[in-house]
C-alpha cells in the first residue's frame, strides 16, 4: 500500500506570494492533519480534516488554510507569506480519529524569500 | 491545554548502551502518549502509543515507554543502543478518553540521538 504522499517536495517562494501544498493519503484513510516544523518552534499542529470537514485547528493566523476532498486529498494554502512561513510542511493520514495510528509523509520544504 | 517537555536536545551514546530519552507531559484529563521518530529528510514514523491499559508500552525496533501517572512522564528506553538509531525523537500527547480530540497532536522539542561506535 502507498504512503502518504506530498507535493511539491521542495518549493522556494518569495515573499508576499502565496503557496498551495498538496497530500494525498494513504488509501482508505479519511482523516489528513497538517502540521508546520520549524527549529525554533518545534513541530505545531495547523488543522485536521475528516471526511471533507475541519475537525481541529492549531493557533495560526488566517493566512493558513486548508480544504479536504471527496477522495480524501487534502491542500494546505498560505497567502502573503513571510519569511517566517519558511518550514518542513508535514502532512499526516489515519482511518479516522483517536486511537488511529497517524502515517506521516516526507514533508514539502518551503523556503521563502 | 497541554504541553510535553522533553529533557535534553541532544542524547549521545556508545552503541550498546542503554537509550533514555525522557518525556514530561501536562494535561488536564487522561492523555494519550506517542513517541515518534524522524530521519533526516524524512517524516515521523511512530515507535509506541499509550492510549489505555498496560502502562508499559512496547513499541517497533526494541523501543518500550512506561506511563508514569504520579511523575506525569512517558520516558522511552532502550536497552541496547545500534547505530541505526540515530535519528531525532519526538514525545506528544493528546486529550484521551471523552475529551478525545481527533488526532491535533502537541510535541516536545525533540531529542537528537547520536549513537557513538
Known amino acids: 500500500k502507498a504512503g502518504v504522499t506530498q507535493t511539491p517536495r521542495y518549493l522556494i517562494k518569495t515573499r508576499g506570494q502565496q503557496v498551495t501544498l498538496s497530500c494525498s493519503p494513504i488509501s482508505g484513510h479519511r482523516s489528513v492533519s497538517w502540521y508546520q516544523q520549524t527549529p525554533g518552534q518545534g513541530l505545531q499542529f495547523l488543522f485536521e480534516?475528516?471526511?471533507?470537514?475541519?475537525?481541529n485547528k492549531g493557533n495560526f493566523p488566517g493566512r493558513f488554510s486548508g480544504r479536504q476532498f471527496s477522495n480524501s486529498r487534502s491542500e494546505m494554502n498560505v497567502s502573503t507569506l513571510e519569511l517566517g512561513d519558511s518550514a518542513l510542511y508535514l502532512c499526516?493520514?489515519?482511518?479516522?480519529?483517536?486511537?488511529?495510528?497517524?502515517?506521516f509523509g516526507p514533508g514539502t520544504r518551503l523556503t521563502v524569500t | 491545554a497541554q504541553s510535553v517537555t522533553q529533557l535534553g536536545s541532544h542524547v549521545s551514546v556508545s552503541e550498546g548502551a542503554l537509550v533514555l530519552l525522557r518525556c514530561n507531559y501536562s494535561s488536564s484529563v487522561p492523555p494519550y502518549l506517542f513517541w515518534y521518530v524522524q530521519y533526516p529528510n524524512q517524516g515521523l514514523q511512530l515507535l509506541l502509543k499509550?492510549?489505555?491499559?498496560?502502562?508499559l508500552v512496547k513499541g517497533i525496533n526494541g523501543f518500550e515507554a512506561e506511563f508514569k501517572k504520579s511523575e506525569t512522564s512517558f520516558h522511552l528506553t532502550k536497552p541496547s543502543a545500534h547505530m541505526s538509531d540515530a535519528a531525532e525523537y519526538f514525545c506528544a500527547v493528546t486529550p484521551g478518553g471523552i475529551k478525545a480530540a481527533g488526532n491535533k497532536l502537541t510535541f516536545g522539542g525533540g531529542t537528537r540521538v547520536l549513537v557513538k561506535p
Open positions: 480534516y475528516f471526511s471533507e470537514t475541519q475537525r
Open positions: 499526516a493520514s489515519s482511518l479516522g480519529r483517536d486511537l488511529y495510528e497517524q502515517y
Open positions: 499509550y492510549t489505555t491499559g498496560a502502562t
